[in-house]
T-cell receptor, first 116, second 111 residues
Framework: AQSVTQPDIHITVSEGASLELRCNYSYGATPYLFWYVQSPGQGLQLLLKYFSGDTLVQGIKGFEAEFKRSQSSFNLRKPSVHWSDAAEYFC??????????????FGKGTHLIIQP | DAGITQSPRHKVTETGTPVTLRCHQTENHRYMYWYRQDPGHGLRLIHYSYGVKDTDKGEVSDGYSVSRSKTEDFLLTLESATSSQTSVYFCAIGGGRDTQYFGPGTRLTVL
């Protein structure tokens, strides 16, 4: 069965510093991968997604992620964080176990704290 | 924002009572999903639907049932609510190569 691991439960970064959030997946075939962000008390917003092709994916709000098949990773990066980036970040992989669209499997999330 | 609404947005109920949560979409999308979100667990799939009257179980389906009689509505029912079902419930639409969009969530407290 597919799974997603986000090794870091909490990360603290100074405003203006670079950011990397880690995500490792387990999936037999080529995965469909996603990063979502959730601000406190809000729903989930898609940051970016990877289906195929270029392994470096650009998203919204200045985020990017790189798919590395050899490492089963899909890490999220941002060169310079802003206080408004403080939120919960979720990595997810599409299930597709039965063909068709049968939902996402999420990691447990990484809570990002921005220090002034 | 994708046209997804959830009702109610907040609900407090007692153990043993039935509860129905509603998800309504205006995007005419074929696929719809129910997830629950709990601290330390991320989001977990409860049930999903790939068309009217076509539904299937997700990873945490015990104690939940769903129905989809119209494309736009996907109902999640807790037949007899338990305290372990206290959670935030999210509906989503999309899937396949389409992005999944999430609704605003329903916070359910079972006392």
């Amino acid at each position: 069965a597919q799974s997603v691991t986000q090794p870091d439960i909490h990360i603290t970064v100074s405003e203006g510093a670079s950011l990397e959030l880690r995500c490792n997946y387990s999936y037999g075939a080529t995965p469909y991968l996603f990063w979502y962000v959730q601000s406190p008390g809000q729903g989930l917003q898609l940051l970016l997604k990877y289906f195929s092709g270029d392994t470096l994916v650009q998203g919204i709000k200045g985020f990017e992620a790189e798919f590395k098949r050899s490492q089963s990773s899909f890490n999220l990066r941002k060169p310079s964080v802003h206080w408004s980036d403080a939120a919960e970040y979720f990595c997810a992989v599409a299930r597709y176990s039965g063909g068709g669209a049968d939902g996402l499997t999420f990691g447990k999330g990484t809570h990002l704290i921005i220090q002034p | 924002d994708a046209g997804i609404t959830q009702s109610p947005r907040h609900k407090v109920t007692e153990t043993g009572t039935p509860v129905t949560l509603r998800c309504h979409q205006t995007e005419n999308h074929r696929y719809m999903y129910w997830y629950r979100q709990d601290p330390g667990h991320g989001l977990r799939l409860i049930h999903y639907s790939y068309g009217v009257k076509d539904t299937d179980k997700g990873e945490v389906s015990d104690g939940y049932s769903v129905s989809r009689s119209k494309t736009e509505d996907f109902l999640l029912t807790l037949e007899s609510a338990t305290s372990s079902q206290t959670s935030v419930y999210f509906c989503a639409i999309g899937g396949g190569r389409d992005t999944q969009y999430f609704g605003p969530g329903t916070r359910l407290t079972v006392l």
